[in-house]
C-alpha cells in the first residue's frame, strides 16, 4: 500500500473512482481505499443518468440552455437555503456541471445525452424539456482486463431491460458489457488504473483522526501505520443500508429492506460526527416508491404509470398521480401516513397491465410467477378482502377512476397531463396509449407499494470546495466528503432524474481541484 499517497480517497463508487482519475491528471499521488472486494458500489447497479445542465452535449443537439438557467432552476425547485443546501453550492454546482462534462469528454469518457428526457418539473423557472440528461455508452467489461472481475454488476433484473439488445449490437455479447452506471464505473476505473492509482480492496477502516485541525489521519486493518496524508476525501456512499440509522434519522417507518440494493451502511459518517464533523439533511433520501417480492425491492417505475393501474391506501382511495416523479409520491406517502394508513398502500392492476408490463422479478407476460407478496383475485371485492381493504371505498375508487380513463381526463390528480407524466409513459411501450386506462379485465393483482430510496442525501456537511464543515461551522483542512457521504443540496426533491450521480461527480471534481490548488500551503 503506497503510504506516501498525498490524498486518500474512502470508497470506489462514481465518485471516488472520479476523484482518483482527476488527482492522477493533476499529478497527486492517490489512493483509493475500498471496503468491499468489488469496485463501483451502489452506481454500479444504477441507471447511471446524470443530470448535467447547460453541457456541450446539448449545445450540439441544438437545445438552448445556460448556467444561470439552470440556477434559476434550482433556485425555484428548492427553495429557501438550508445549512446544507446554500445558494452558493447550487451556483457552484450548475457552474461546474458543463466544465465536469467537458473534462469527461477530454478524458475521451464516452458521454451521450438522453434525448427526450425532460426535467422533474419542465414548467418552473428555468426548467427545461430535455437536454439535461447524459449518460455513459456501454462499454466492454473485458477492456478492463484483471480488474474485469472486480467490478460489481448491475442484478440480472436490471439487466434484463431494453438494453440488452443494444448492448448485444454494440459488443457482440451481452454477457460482458457494461451499461449505465455500471459502464460509468468501468471508464472510469479503467483511465484510474491506467494512471496508476493504487486501489486496495477489502480495506476495513478502524478509524479516521483529526489531529487539532492539522493534520487527518485513516487507520487501516491490518496495518501498524496511520495513514497521515495531505488529504482524505470520504466518497464511501449514505446510510442506506443501515437499519439503525434510518430509524435515528429518516421518518419512520423505515425499512433497510425498501432500499434499492444499498450496500453503504454509513459506519464511516459517524466516525466522522466523532471528530466534530457535521451531519446535515440525515432525514432525506433519493426516494422511489418500491415493492418487496421475496425480500427484495423492486423499482415500480415502469407499472405505476402504465395504463390500468392504479395506486390506493389501506381505506381505498387514490392519493397522487401515480405517474409523478417518485420523490413527489414517497412525500405525500410520508404526509398522508399522519392521518391515513398509507403504508405501505397497494399498485393494483388489471389483466391487460400484468401482459404488457414487467414487475418485480416477473417479465411483461409472466403472469405465472407466484410469490405470497403478489395478489391476485378474480374481483375487485375479492381483491379488496385478500388485502384487507375496505371494499366499498376500493370499489367506489375504480369506478371513478374507469370514468376519468373513459373520458381521458384525470379530475383529481391530473395524471397523464404533466410533461414528466407524457415523457415517463413515451418511453415505455405504451406511447401509443393514454397513462390512464380502465381497470376491466380480470383477473385483478395488487402489490404493496412501500416509500423506497435509491440511496440517502444526508451525510458530512460541506462548503462549495467539499470541504467538510465541523460542529462549530469552520472547515476542517484537509478533509473533504462528496456524493452519498456528503449533504446533498437537492433537499426535498430533484431537479431530474440523474441528480443523486452528478451531485456526487462535480462534488468529487471539486475536492480534487480545491486539493491540488491548496497542497503545497498547508
Ligand atoms: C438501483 C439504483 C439506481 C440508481 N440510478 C441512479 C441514476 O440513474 N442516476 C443517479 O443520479 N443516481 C442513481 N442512483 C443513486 C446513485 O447510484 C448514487 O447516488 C451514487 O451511486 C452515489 O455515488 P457514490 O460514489 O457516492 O456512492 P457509491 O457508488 O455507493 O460508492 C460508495 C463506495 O464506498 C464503499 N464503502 C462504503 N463504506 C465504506 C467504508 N467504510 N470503507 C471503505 N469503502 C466504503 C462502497 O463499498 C462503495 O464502493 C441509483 C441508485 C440505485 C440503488
Keep these: ?16 473512482l472520479l476523484a482518483a482519475v482527476a488527482a ?12 468491499s472486494e468489488l469496485v463501483g458500489g451502489d452506481t454500479a447497479t444504477g441507471s447511471g443518468q446524470m443530470w448535467l445542465p447547460a453541457t456541450h452535449l446539448a449545445a ?10 439552470a440556477v434559476e432552476y434550482l433556485g425555484t425547485i428548492l427553495g429557501e437555503e438550508t445549512q446544507a443546501s446554500t445558494s452558493i453550492r447550487r451556483a457552484v454546482f450548475a457552474n461546474t456541471a458543463p466544465k465536469l462534462a467537458r473534462w469527461l469528454a477530454a478524458s475521451n469518457l464516452p458521454l451521450t445525452l438522453d434525448r427526450g428526457v425532460p426535467d422533474y418539473h419542465p414548467a418552473d423557472a428555468g426548467g427545461l424539456p430535455e437536454g439535461r440528461v447524459v449518460t455513459t455508452v456501454p462499454t466492454d467489461r473485458r477492456s478492463l482486463g484483471d480488474w474485469a472481475e472486480k467490478l460489481r454488476s448491475k ?7 431494453h438494453l440488452k439488445q ?7 455479447s451481452e454477457g460482458h458489457a457494461a451499461t449505465g452506471g455500471e459502464a460509468l464505473v468501468a471508464e472510469l476505473l479503467r483511465r484510474a488504473t491506467a494512471n496508476g492509482v493504487e486501489i486496495r480492496l477489502d480495506a476495513q477502516i478502524i478509524s479516521l483522526e483529526n489531529n487539532d485541525g492539522i493534520e487527518v489521519g485513516v487507520h487501516v486493518e491490518g496495518e501498524d501505520e496511520i495513514l497521515r496524508p495531505k488529504a482524505l476525501l470520504l466518497s464511501a456512499g449514505g446510510f442506506a443500508g443501515s437499519q439503525e440509522l434510518r430509524e435515528e434519522y429518516l421518518p419512520l417507518p423505515t425499512n433497510a429492506e425498501w432500499s434499492l440494493m444499498s450496500h453503504n ?10 471528530l466534530g464533523a457535521q451531519l446535515s439533511a440525515m432525514n432525506d433520501a433519493w426516494w422511489t416508491p418500491v415493492t418487496v417480492i421475496d425480500g427484495r425491492a423492486y423499482s415500480l417505475d415502469a407499472a405505476r404509470k402504465a395504463p390500468h393501474s392504479l395506486i390506493v391506501d389501506q381505506a381505498g382511495d387514490r392519493y397522487i398521480d401515480e405517474a409523478a416523479p417518485g420523490a413527489q409520491i414517497v412525500n405525500r406517502q410520508y404526509q398522508r401516513s399522519r392521518g391515513t394508513r398509507t403504508i405501505p398502500s397497494y399498485l393494483i392492476m388489471d389483466q391487460r397491465h400484468r401482459k404488457a408490463v414487467g414487475l418485480g422479478p416477473w417479465a411483461a407476460g409472466d403472469t405465472k410467477g407466484e410469490s405470497e407478496d403478489l395478489y391476485s383475485a378474480k374481483t375487485l371485492g375479492g381483491l379488496a378482502d385478500l388485502l384487507g381493504i375496505d371494499e366499498p371505498g376500493f370499489l367506489g375508487t375504480v369506478v371513478r377512476f374507469n370514468g376519468f380513463a373513459h ?27 393514454a397513462s390512464l386506462g380502465k381497470l376491466t379485465k380480470k383477473p385483478y393483482w395488487a402489490v404493496k407499494v412501500y416509500p423506497g430510496d435509491e440511496g440517502t442525501k444526508g451525510g458530512l456537511l460541506i462548503d462549495e470546495n467539499s470541504q467538510v464543515i465541523d460542529t462549530q461551522g469552520e472547515t476542517i483542512p484537509g478533509f473533504y466528503a462528496c456524493g452519498g457521504a456528503a449533504a446533498s443540496i ?4 430533484s431537479p431530474g432524474p440523474g441528480a443523486a450521480l452528478s451531485e456526487a461527480l462535480v462534488e468529487a471534481y471539486l475536492a480534487v481541484i480545491h486539493f491540488s490548488k491548496h497542497r503545497g500551503l498547508g
Design 265 to 274: 451502511t454509513g459506519k464511516l459518517l459517524k466516525l466522522a460526527a466523532g
Design 166 to 172: 443494444f448492448v448485444r449490437a454494440f459488443t457482440g
Design 60 to 69: 450540439t443537439a441544438g437545445i438552448f440552455d445556460s448556467v444561470e438557467n
Design 24 to 35: 492522477a491528471r493533476l499529478g497527486i499521488k492517490a489512493l483509493v481505499l475500498e471496503s
Design 1 to 16: 500500500m503506497n503510504k506516501n499517497a498525498e490524498l486518500v480517497i474512502i470508497g470506489a463508487g462514481a465518485a471516488g
Design 155 to 161: 442484478s440480472p433484473v436490471e439487466e434484463a431491460s
Design 407 to 433: 373520458k381521458g381526463e384525470d379530475q383529481d390528480f391530473h395524471r397523464g397531463e404533466s410533461v414528466w407524466d407524457r415523457y415517463a409513459l413515451a418511453h415505455s411501450k405504451h406511447a401509443h396509449v
Design 490 to 493: 437537492m433537499k426535498g426533491t
